[in-house]
């Protein structure tokens, strides 16, 4: 089920906006959220709602899980045919088997729970849901060397 009010937008502004709805929140904990463009960026037809609602919910995480002081890279990169987002932080690493299990509805990790008592479950459920509606996919890396980095995709057609 493809979404709706897609139409033409720069995915430059749709990162910024929300970075800068954000950044008080990470500023509250004197973490600094750092985006890197290595790729030229062409307009794309997309859903901003569902775009907003998937950045904003793995962006929250990465800011809640990442320790004070520290710094959320933002990095957006590219393939033949679509745009690869990925946020990276230093916070607590998501065990293997749970990688797959935080995508789902009201799933939470040990670990979560004990940072963030009262989050719902839903948010890596609901960014998962928009990013497939706008036609990409999100997964998740999570290794000592270079800590937690979600990745999500957007066709560039």
Same mark, same amino acid.
């Given at each position: 089920?493809?979404?709706?009010?897609?139409?033409?937008?720069?995915?430059?502004?749709?990162?910024?906006?929300?970075?800068?709805?954000?950044?008080?929140?990470?500023?509250?904990?004197?973490?600094?959220?750092?985006?890197?463009?290595?790729?030229?960026?062409?307009?794309?037809?997309?859903?901003?709602?569902?775009?907003?609602?998937?950045?904003?919910?793995?962006?929250?995480?990465?800011?809640?899980?990442?320790?004070?002081?520290?710094?959320?890279?933002?990095?957006?990169?590219?393939?033949?045919?679509?745009?690869?987002?990925?946020?990276?932080?230093?916070?607590?690493?998501?065990?293997?088997?749970?990688?797959?299990?935080?995508?789902?509805?009201?799933?939470?990790?040990?670990?979560?729970?004990?940072?963030?008592?009262? $989050?719902? $479950?839903?948010?890596?459920?609901?960014?998962?849901?928009?990013?497939?509606?706008? $036609?990409?996919?999100?997964?998740?890396?999570?290794?000592?060397?270079?800590?937690?980095?979600?990745?999500?995709?957007?066709?560039?057609?």
């Amino acid at each position: 089920e493809m979404a709706k009010d897609r139409e033409l937008h720069d995915l430059l502004e749709l990162l910024n906006s929300t970075i800068a709805i954000l950044k008080p929140e990470a500023e509250s904990k004197r973490q600094t959220i750092n985006l890197t463009i290595e790729s030229e960026l062409k307009k794309i037809i997309i859903s901003p709602f569902l775009f907003n609602e998937a950045f904003k919910n793995i962006l929250v995480n990465a800011i809640d899980y990442a320790p004070e002081k520290s710094e959320i890279k933002v990095v957006v990169t590219a393939n033949e045919n679509y745009y690869i987002i990925s946020l990276n932080n230093r916070g607590p690493l998501i065990p293997e088997l749970e990688r797959s299990r935080i995508f789902t509805k009201f799933y939470r990790s040990e670990e979560a729970r004990k940072i963030k008592p009262e $989050g719902s $479950g839903l948010g890596l459920f609901i960014a998962k849901t928009s990013i497939e509606a706008n $036609g990409g996919k999100i997964w998740c890396q999570s290794t000592g060397e270079s800590g937690t980095t979600f990745y999500f995709t957007v066709p560039k057609r």
